[in-house]
C-alpha cells in the first residue's frame, strides 16, 4: 500500500468516527458511510484505481461501522450481525446502503471507456478536442498491433478491450503509461461481459473490408 493511499484512508477514519457517534440505525450508517465516509476516495479510484488491499482495509473498517456500530480505533470485540456480503445495496433491494466499491469503480472506468470510444469514432482534431483525448488518441496509434496499423483507432482500443494484458505488455515494453487506459479496457469489457457480445444498431450497413480481420464486432 502506497504513502499515498495510506494518507486517504487516514481521511476516511475519522469521519467513521463521528458516524460511530451518531444515534444511526445500520441502514442510516451504510448510506452514510458511502454518502459521506468515502466519497472523495472513490473520486480519486475512479481516475488511479484502487489497490486490493485498500479494497480489504476499507471493507474491514465499513463493516466495522455499518454492522457493529463501531468506530475504527475501537479495539473491543464484539460479535458481527450481519454478513458483510449482505451490506452493499440499496435497501429497497434487500442492502443496508453501502456501495460495492469494486462494482463501483469499473463502472466509472467503463462510463471512460465509453466516451473514449466516442471520442476516437468521430474525427481529433487538437483545437476542440480534450487534450486526454489527443493523449490516448496517440497512445492506441502506437500501441496498436501492426495488422491494425491502418484501422481506426476506436476498433483498436475495442480490440485492447478483448486483451487488456497484450495491451499492458505492449506499452510496457514500450516504456509507455497504460494504466487510464488499461483501466478503461477493463471497465469496458466488464461491461461487455454483463451486457453481451457488440452488435451493430446503425441504419447504415456496415461495408466489408480488412478491418474485418481482427475487429471484435
Known sequence: MTTQWLDKL??????????????????????????????????????????LDVVEQLSCLTTKLVDRGLAPEFTALKLPGVPSALLPGSPKLGGFGCIPWQHHITSRHAVW???????????????????????????????????????????????????????????????LPHGPLRRMALGIAALSTAAGPLRDVSHCSLELGPWCLASPL
Open 113 to 175: 471507456g465509453v466516451r473514449l470510444f466516442r471520442g476516437l469514432a468521430r474525427e481529433i482534431h487538437d483545437r476542440w478536442s480534450p487534450p486526454w483525448l489527443i493523449v490516448a488518441h496517440e497512445l492506441l496509434l502506437t500501441l496498436m498491433p501492426p495488422y491494425m496499423a491502418s484501422q481506426p483507432p476506436a476498433l483498436g482500443f475495442l480490440h485492447a478491450c478483448r486483451d487488456t494484458t497484450r495491451f499492458q505488455t505492449s506499452a510496457c515494453g514500450q516504456g
Open 10 to 51: 487516514d481521511h476516511v477514519q475519522p469521519c467513521y468516527s463521528r458516524l460511530a457517534k451518531l444515534p444511526l440505525s445500520i441502514f442510516g450508517r451504510g448510506l452514510s458511510s458511502s454518502a459521506y465516509g468515502i466519497s472523495k476516495l472513490l473520486y480519486h479510484a475512479e481516475f488511479e484505481g484502487i489497490p
